[in-house]
């Protein structure tokens, strides 16, 4: 079985232009850090032209599926039929970007069957991340 799950899907860019452009995403999850999800963009998906990748935590994800969730960086919530809106906050502005509801319902069921929710602290390095702390604070 893979430690990684990664799905390519086409996101929406809200911008003020009339018609939003439709860039390729990927949603990726990885078993190394079970409690993570993370949405990368592509270059041309960003002002500063460079690669922009967010992680938040999957619960986060799975919540803003069905209702608002987020207080902080990065909130979800859904939007119309079939659409979930996910928003990046940071220092430059907010970035907003339509999903399809099912293509992140199906990313979540394969992550699950990958990492159960609630299982997640099974799949943790407890002793290499003390390790990485340590060496870290030398």
Not at 43 to 55: F, I, N
Not at 63 to 74: E, K, L, M, T, W
Not at 90 to 112: D, P
């Amino acid at each position: 079985m893979p430690d990684v799950v990664e799905q390519a899907v086409q996101a929406r860019l809200v911008t003020p232009a009339p018609r939003m452009e439709t860039v390729p995403t990927t949603l990726r999850y990885d078993r190394a850090d079970p409690f993570a999800v993370s949405v990368g963009f592509p270059p041309q998906a960003t002002l500063a032209g460079v690669a922009v990748s967010w992680a938040f935590a999957r619960d986060l994800l799975a919540a803003g599926v069905r209702a608002p969730a987020g207080v902080g960086d990065v909130r979800v919530r859904p939007f119309g039929y079939d659409r979930t809106v996910l928003e990046f906050h940071s220092r430059e502005g907010v970035a907003m970007v339509h999903i399809h509801t099912t293509e992140l319902r199906r990313f979540l069921k394969r992550t699950e069957a990958l990492v159960p929710a609630g299982r997640e602290h099974r799949y943790l390095d407890v002793d290499q991340d003390v390790l990485e702390l340590l060496r870290d604070a030398c």
